[in-house]
């Protein structure tokens, strides 16, 4: 088990790529719903060759969120063992109310967004008619029931429900939750002190877990654990002279950079090339954790970072329907108008994620600091006492 560290320093560059994971997942569904395929756009510039290679990097976003996922839990987990501070119940009640405060507000909205695009535009995007141009929209009718939406929020999409409306994002949270579930009922049952009737159980109830999850979001684990293999590593890193730690940090990104060229041009199984996707990024955080940034650069990291979880959540209904009421669904080939009209949308859906944001996501410490007040054991004991006192 890897020794506790002293506390360091925010890690800057990983709230870089957070944020621009979240842009290029916000960027590529964008450019699906304005633009035709690049297939379909002959002769296409560099620059707009750029372009469509940036907006197509979606799902390789995913699996950077899902390192940086792993590297973090892990991170705190193991950080917490190893210092006697860990508690189930304090870990359950941060995971869930840093979810819940962004989730159910977004389901919410995606019913307002999708009422009003059916109401408005009965656009044939919200009964699955678009999915064979656009693989991002639903694929059938959406559902709006309400075992759909108590599945969506308890992470059950794509596992025993569909996703909630038109907020076909959300399949990634789902898978994400559980391995928040599973990796420490893994860690715990392997590398903690419990007893052994103890570890038996933690490890059945992990094993339990992933034969009940469809096997594909099993395999996407491995993906995550990357995370946890870069946290095991990137301690030692650091210790490293600066300058070979520079040295290192380039050569690992020209090599992701490189994955990711390659697996645009070289067609593998999907959970092969994520797993490749993801071993390149887990390569580069280590370094990443270890350099400094300017102050401009982690005022704006920290700025964006800080709302990329509501904006993944939230961006998708509000784009359908902006597509669906101004563009009307037609594609067209690159243009300048169109880039225009791909900016305009594309800063409307930062604002709007960043004022849901400000509501919500920017209050989760205070609710969980409120949460842990109000479900403090000590708490519990005390209110029954008092009763009982007023009682006599």
Not at 330 to 353: E, H, W
Request: with cysteine; net charge positive; charged share 10%.
């Amino acid at each position: 088990m890897r020794m506790s560290t002293p506390a360091r320093r925010s890690y800057v560059w990983l709230d870089v790529a957070r944020a621009l994971a979240a842009m290029i997942v916000l960027g590529g569904h964008l450019r699906a719903f304005i633009f035709n395929d690049s297939s379909a756009s002959a002769h296409l510039g560099a620059g707009w060759k750029a372009f469509y290679f940036v907006t197509s990097m979606q799902h390789q976003a995913v699996v950077v969120f899902f390192v940086l996922s792993g590297f973090l839990i892990s991170k705190t987990i193991s950080e917490q063992s190893v210092a006697g501070t860990w508690s189930w119940r304090k870990y359950a009640v941060k995971r869930l109310s840093r979810l819940w405060i962004v989730l159910i507000p977004a389901l919410m909205l995606t019913v307002v967004w999708d009422q009003l695009g059916m109401r408005l535009t009965g656009s044939a995007l919200y009964h699955g008619g678009l999915n064979a141009i656009n693989h991002s929209t639903p694929i059938g009718p959406l559902s709006f029931t309400l075992t759909t939406f108590v599945g969506n929020l308890f992470f059950l999409q794509n596992v025993r429900v569909p996703t909630f409306g038109t907020d076909t994002p959300l399949w990634s949270l789902a898978i994400e939750f559980w391995y928040y579930v599973v990796f420490p009922l893994f860690f715990f049952a392997f590398a903690g002190e419990e007893t052994l009737p103890k570890r038996v159980g933690l490890l059945a109830a992990a094993v339990a877990i992933c034969w009940w999850l469809i096997p594909a979001q099993c395999m996407l684990g491995l993906v995550w654990l990357l995370g946890y293999a870069a946290y095991l590593v990137e301690a030692h890193f650091a210790e490293l002279p600066r300058l070979l730690r520079i040295g290192y940090a380039i050569a690992t990104a020209m090599l992701f950079f490189l994955v990711l060229i390659l697996s645009k041009t070289i067609k593998l199984d999907d959970t092969i090339q994520d797993c490749i996707t993801g071993i390149a990024f887990a390569v580069l955080v280590v370094p990443l954790c270890s350099l400094d940034a300017g102050a401009v650069v982690t005022r704006i990291a920290t700025s964006f970072a800080a709302f990329s979880y509501t904006l993944y959540v939230v961006h998708f209904p509000f784009l359908a329907f902006l597509t669906c009421t101004f563009t009307h669904n037609v594609r067209v080939a690159p243009s300048s108008s169109g880039l225009v009209v791909f900016g305009a949308l594309f800063a409307a859906a930062v604002a709007y994620a960043y004022v849901v944001s400000l509501i919500f996501e920017r209050n989760t410490p205070v609710l969980q600091a409120w949460l842990m007040q109000s479900l403090s054991p000590l708490r519990i004991v005390r209110r029954p006492i008092k009763t009982a006192l007023r009682a006599e």
